[in-house]
């Protein structure tokens, strides 16, 4: 289980822009790199366009966003055009991130049970080390929080 103070965890994966995203590589930026378990649904659609319209407020912090899913990246593309997201979505669908970030639970929804993406966003330094972890992220109010403890790193 990932901690704060822990180095997070490297991968490679195509972003939606068409290139390559290596966490290493964009060591010297903060890192707001948020899990979320689908496209176009609503808490997840909420969450996406309160990170748009903080994006000015982000960027200014020279701060990235990344959002990883296990959709697929066609999918990934169409909520981005429909929403306008300036940022990067990772589609993951061998749950490789999505397993070495330890956000792959088992979740209860109308007493079924099935394993799922637990919403949850890591706050990441410009030398790669995890400073807070957001677990079962509540959607109201996240991105603020968010924003208030960027500014204290």
């Given at each position: 289980?990932?901690?704060?103070?822990?180095?997070?965890?490297?991968?490679?994966?195509?972003?939606?822009?068409?290139?390559?995203?290596?966490?290493?590589?964009?060591?010297?930026?903060?890192?707001?790199?948020?899990?979320?378990?689908?496209?176009?649904?609503?808490?997840?659609?909420?969450?996406?366009?309160?990170?748009?319209?903080?994006?000015?407020?982000?960027?200014?912090?020279?701060?990235?966003?990344?959002?990883?899913?296990?959709?697929?990246?066609?999918?990934?593309?169409?909520?981005?055009e429909?929403?306008?997201?300036?940022?990067?979505?990772?589609?993951?669908?061998?749950?490789?991130?999505?397993?070495?970030?330890?956000?792959?639970?088992?979740?209860?929804?109308?007493?079924?049970?099935?394993?799922?993406?637990?919403?949850?966003?890591?706050?990441?330094?410009?030398?790669?080390?995890?400073?807070?972890?957001y677990?079962?992220?509540?959607?109201?109010?996240?991105?603020?929080?968010v924003?208030?403890?960027?500014?204290?790193?």
């Open positions: 289980m990932l901690k704060t103070g822990d180095i997070a965890p490297d991968f490679l994966a195509e972003g939606s822009h068409g290139q390559p995203v290596k966490l290493s590589e964009l060591r010297g930026k903060k890192i707001v790199l948020y899990f979320y378990p689908k496209d176009m649904t609503s808490g997840c659609t909420t969450e996406a366009c309160d990170f748009r319209d903080h994006y000015t407020d982000l960027s200014s912090n020279d701060t990235l966003v990344i959002g990883v899913s296990k959709d697929p990246m066609g999918s990934h593309h169409k909520f981005i429909k929403y306008q997201l300036p940022f990067i979505l990772i589609s993951d669908p061998n749950l490789e991130i999505i397993q070495a970030y330890d956000v792959w639970k088992e979740k209860t929804m109308y007493g079924k049970k099935s394993m799922g993406i637990e919403r949850t966003t890591f706050l990441i330094d410009q030398d790669g080390v995890i400073r807070k972890i677990p079962k992220v509540k959607v109201k109010g996240h991105v603020e929080q924003l208030e403890d960027l500014r204290s790193l």
